[in-house]
C-alpha cells in the first residue's frame, strides 16, 4: 500500500519568501514521485516528477523537488514566491514512472502569497 | 495541444435524477481514471480503465456508480439515482506508458 502525507493544509508566505511544501511518503515498492498543481476552478497541471536517476528534479514555474529516501520525503521548494504561485498543491505517489497507473494523492496544501 | 475534455462542466440536479459525466480522454492514451475531490475526502480515485477493461473500480459505490468506455474515445460515469452527498468534482484523466497523467478540467457536480 502506498500513502501520502502533506504536513500543513494552508501555508502563507510573503512575495518573494522561499516556498517550501511538505511531503512524506510510505510504500513498500519503489515510489514514483509527484507534485500537481491546481488553479481554482481548474483542473490538475503536473508541476514536476520522481522517477529514477538524479533526486533533484526541477519542473515548471521554479519549483523544485528533493527526493530523500531516508527521511521518506518529497518537498517542493521554490526560492522566491510570485502572486501567481497562489494555489492548491497536491502531492502524489503511484507504482509507474508513467501516466498509466492510479495516483494516490495528499490531501493538498493550500499555498497563499501575501504582497 | 491535446487536452482531456469533460462535459458537462458543471451539472446542478435534483436528489434521484441520474447524471452522466463524460471524457474525452488524449488520442493514444489507453488508460482512463476517474478520480473524485471533495472538501472532506479530498481527491480519491473511483475506477480506473485500461484497452478499455476497467482495472479497479474498488473506491466507486457499486449500487448507484457506474463506469464504462464505449469506445476509446469516450468514458462515461453516470450515477443513478443522485443523492446529496454526491456532490463534488469529478475529473478524468488519462495517461499511457512513456507519458504522464493528464487531468481534464472537471465536472462540478451539485445534487440538491
Known amino acids: 500500500a502506498q500513502s501520502v502525507t502533506q504536513l500543513g493544509s494552508h501555508v502563507s508566505v510573503s512575495e518573494g519568501a522561499l516556498v517550501l511544501l511538505r511531503c512524506n511518503y510510505s510504500?513498500?515498492?519503489?515510489?514514483?514521485l509527484f507534485w500537481y498543481v491546481q488553479y481554482p476552478n481548474q483542473g490538475l497541471q503536473l508541476l514536476l516528477k520522481?522517477?529514477?536517476?538524479?533526486?533533484l528534479v526541477k519542473g515548471i514555474n521554479g519549483f523544485e523537488a528533493e527526493f530523500k529516501k531516508s527521511e521518506t520525503s518529497f518537498h517542493l521548494t521554490k526560492p522566491s514566491a510570485h502572486m501567481s504561485d497562489a494555489a492548491e498543491y497536491f502531492c502524489a505517489v503511484t507504482q509507474s514512472p508513467f501516466g498509466n497507473e492510479k495516483l494516490t494523492f495528499g490531501t493538498g496544501t493550500r499555498l497563499t502569497i501575501i504582497p | 495541444d491535446a487536452r482531456v475534455t469533460q462535459t458537462p462542466r458543471h451539472k446542478v440536479t435534483e436528489m434521484g435524477q441520474e447524471v452522466t459525466m463524460r471524457c474525452q480522454p488524449i488520442?493514444?492514451?489507453?488508460?482512463v481514471f476517474w478520480y473524485r475531490q471533495t472538501m472532506m475526502q479530498g481527491l480519491e480515485l473511483l475506477a480506473y480503465f485500461r484497452n478499455r477493461a476497467p482495472l479497479d473500480d474498488s473506491g466507486m459505490p457499486k449500487d448507484r456508480f457506474s463506469a464504462e468506455m464505449p469506445d476509446a474515445t469516450l468514458a462515461t460515469l453516470k450515477i443513478q439515482p443522485s443523492e446529496p452527498r454526491d456532490s463534488a468534482v469529478y475529473f478524468c484523466?488519462?495517461?499511457?506508458?512513456?507519458?504522464?497523467?493528464?487531468f481534464g478540467p472537471g465536472t462540478r457536480l451539485t445534487v440538491l
Open positions: 510504500s513498500s515498492v519503489p515510489p514514483y
Open positions: 484523466a488519462s495517461g499511457r506508458e512513456g507519458d504522464t497523467q493528464y
Open positions: 520522481y522517477t529514477t536517476g538524479a533526486t
Open positions: 488520442l493514444g492514451h489507453n488508460t
